[in-house]
């Protein structure tokens, strides 16, 4: 069993949309958890972090963090095209020496205009 | 305007020769990583440094790669010698680490270097 496990897509919605990306780990003493939006040849760029359990908003984006169901998901309200993208679920999974983040395979999420 | 930079942006060179790879941390950020990334593995961490001492190199092909940090600002990943399954995008991200500090620990990334070697 991988360590953060995503959906690799494609997801598609429409325009105006909201998409919903979902992520789950395995390691329960997990404490920190990260979104991270991917452009086709460029870097991953941080959107979201989260390490307490219930929503957080910013903008148009919601994390969204369980940590009974290890689970964490990013929503994603008002899709528009340039939101179509890899997104990359992390989870700080190291917590005597901090920072260190395994990542998921990513979801591709296309929106369509 | 903070931000990880990275050289060189692309290298293309022939199995054997030597690589390197240079990164500039955020100033002030005491963790610097090494992760690689192909669309086979996806992202893997590589090697990662705090403070500019290794905490953990155990993604790292010992025989042919090593990583070091002489200076805060500046963080180096070699390759020697280089072979065709070392071609990947390798990025190098940075973070501040504190241990009484919050838990989020967020990290950023660099444009990365995009390595083929032929």
């Known amino acids: 069993q991988k360590e953060v496990e995503q959906n690799s897509g494609p997801l598609s919605v429409p325009e105006g949309a909201i998409a919903s990306l979902n992520c789950t780990y395995s390691?329960?003493?997990?404490?920190?958890f990260f979104w991270y939006r991917q452009y086709s040849g460029k870097s991953p760029e941080l959107i979201m972090s989260?390490?307490?359990?219930g929503d957080k908003e910013d903008g148009r984006f919601t994390a969204q963090l369980n940590k009974a169901s290890q689970y964490v998901s990013l929503l994603i309200r008002d899709s528009q095209p340039s939101d179509s993208a890899t997104y990359l679920c992390?989870?700080?999974?190291?917590?005597?020496?901090?920072?260190?983040?395994?990542f998921g395979a990513g979801t591709i999420l296309r929106v369509k205009s | 305007d903070a931000r990880v930079t990275q050289t060189p942006r692309d290298k293309v060179t022939e199995m054997g020769q030597e690589v390197t790879m240079r990164c500039q941390p955020i100033?002030?950020?005491?963790?610097v990583f090494w992760y690689r990334q192909t669309m086979m593995q996806g992202l893997e961490l590589l090697a990662y440094?705090?403070?500019?001492?290794?905490?953990?190199d155990s993604g790292m092909p010992k025989d042919r790669f090593s990583a070091e940090m002489p200076d805060a600002t500046l963080a180096t990943l070699k390759i020697q010698p280089s072979e065709p399954r070392d071609s990947a995008v390798y990025f190098c991200?940075?973070?501040?680490?504190?241990?009484?500090?919050?838990?989020?620990?967020?990290?950023?990334f660099g444009p990365g270097t995009r390595l083929t070697v032929l």
């Open positions: 991200a940075s973070g501040f680490f504190a241990p009484s500090g919050s838990p989020l620990n967020e990290q950023f």
């Open positions: 390691d329960r003493v997990s404490q920190s």
């Open positions: 989260i390490y307490s359990n």
């Open positions: 992390a989870v700080n999974m190291d917590q005597e020496y901090g920072n260190k983040l395994v």
């Open positions: 100033l002030g950020h005491n963790t």
């Open positions: 440094f705090r403070n500019r001492a290794p905490l953990d």
